[in-house]
Every structure is written in structure tokens, then in C-alpha cells.
């Protein structure tokens, strides 16, 4: 079975200060990493993706991950964060094949504060 | 391309009740997934459609069940509410859903509340 176990329910931040959600999976296979943004009363955003490709991904809104195998993590960075980044944030794996869908860890909500 | 597309996006209803929500896949996208997101148990797999057929389901009782039509849109019922159904409801599409690196991209939701 696959999971992703995120450290952290609430991380507070100052504004331009690094932001870091870590995220640790369990996979019996090469994982589908993925992070989601949640903001207030909105669906989910894909931030970025890990598909084998690259081990550092690069995203949106000038976020990245690096996915390190030995440790088995996918931890989330943005070198100064911004106001605007405050919102929920979701690591999640993906299984393919016949048993298609997505398992979220339980999520990591993020404040900025002035 | 428009994005994909929920309705209602609020709803009320009293226990022992049934609802339907509905979902609008982006285009060319054949596998919808839907999802319930709660304070408690976060967000948890319902059920994944590809042509009209339903290839998975999570671990949820029988009042909850799901359609595809043929033009990929979905709907999925929840019969006999009961108070803990309330929840942020969550329907992704993606293309093929067969690939573990296919995005799945989201909706709005739609947000149940159950009296």
C-alpha cells in the first residue's frame, strides 16, 4: 500500500522567510509524487509533480521539491515566501493501473505572517 | 480550455435525504475521480469512472454511488444523509487515469451540509 505522512499540521512563517512542508511516502514501487495547494473555499491547484524525470522538480509560484529516495521524502521549499502563500498544502501519491487514485497526506497549512 | 466545473457548489439538506452532485470533466478528459475532503478524516477516494464505467472505489458504504455519461461528465449520489456526510466533495478529471504521473485536475467542490 502507498501513503504519504506530512510532518507539521501548521507551519508559520515569516514574510521572506523559507518556507519548508515535508512530506515522507511509503511505496513498494517508484512513487507519483505530487503537491496540491488549497486555498480557502477553492478545489485543489497542482503545484508540481514527481514522475521519475528529475529528482528536483521546479513548480509554480516559485516553488520546488526534491524527491530523495534514500530518505524516502519529497519535501516542499520556496527560498521567501510571499503573503499570498498562505493556504493548505497537500503531498500525495499516485497509483496507476487498475487501482487509479490519488492518497493525500493530511495536509500542512501554512501561515505568513507581516 | 475550461477548467472542470462542479454543481451546486453549496448545498443544504436534512438527514435522510438524498443528493446529486454533478461534474463537468475538462475536455477531451475521460476519467473523472471524486473525493470527500472533512476536517477529520481529510481527503479520502470515493470513486474513478472511465467510460462509463466505474473502475474503483474507495472504502466507503453502498449510499454512495457515482455514474459517467458518455460525454465524461459524472454525477454521484449519496442517499439516506447522515450527519457526518457533510463534507467538501472534490471531482478531478485527467485524461486516461491509467498512468500513476497523469495530473488529475480539480474542481471547486461542492460543500454539503447536512441537518
Known amino acids: 500500500a502507498q501513503s504519504v505522512t506530512q510532518l507539521g499540521s501548521h507551519v508559520s512563517v515569516s514574510e521572506g522567510a523559507l518556507v519548508l512542508l515535508r512530506c515522507n511516502y511509503s511505496s513498494s514501487v517508484p512513487p507519483y509524487l505530487f503537491w496540491y495547494v488549497q486555498y480557502p473555499n477553492q478545489g485543489l491547484q497542482l503545484l508540481l509533480k514527481y514522475t521519475s524525470a528529475a529528482t528536483l522538480v521546479k513548480g509554480i509560484n516559485g516553488f520546488e521539491a526534491e524527491f530523495k529516495k534514500s530518505e524516502t521524502s519529497f519535501h516542499l521549499t520556496k527560498p521567501s515566501a510571499h503573503m499570498s502563500d498562505a493556504a493548505e498544502y497537500f503531498c500525495a501519491v499516485c497509483r496507476g493501473g487498475s487501482n487509479y487514485k490519488l492518497t493525500f497526506g493530511k495536509g500542512t497549512l501554512l501561515t505568513v505572517n507581516p | 480550455k475550461a477548467g472542470v466545473t462542479q454543481t451546486p457548489r453549496y448545498l443544504i439538506k436534512t438527514r435522510g435525504q438524498q443528493v446529486t452532485l454533478s461534474c463537468s470533466p475538462i475536455?477531451?478528459?475521460?476519467?473523472v475521480s471524486w473525493y470527500q475532503q472533512t476536517p477529520g478524516q481529510g481527503l479520502q477516494f470515493l470513486f474513478e469512472?472511465?467510460?462509463?464505467?466505474?473502475?474503483n472505489k474507495g472504502n466507503f458504504p453502498g449510499r454512495f454511488s457515482g455514474r459517467q455519461f458518455s460525454n465524461s461528465r459524472s454525477e454521484m449520489n449519496v442517499s439516506t444523509l447522515e450527519l457526518g456526510d457533510s463534507a467538501l466533495y472534490l471531482c478531478a478529471s485527467s485524461l486516461q487515469g491509467t498512468s500513476g504521473q497523469e495530473t488529475q485536475y480539480f474542481g471547486p467542490g461542492t460543500r454539503l451540509l447536512v441537518l
Open positions: 469512472y472511465f467510460s462509463e464505467t466505474q473502475r
Open positions: 475536455s477531451g478528459h475521460r476519467s
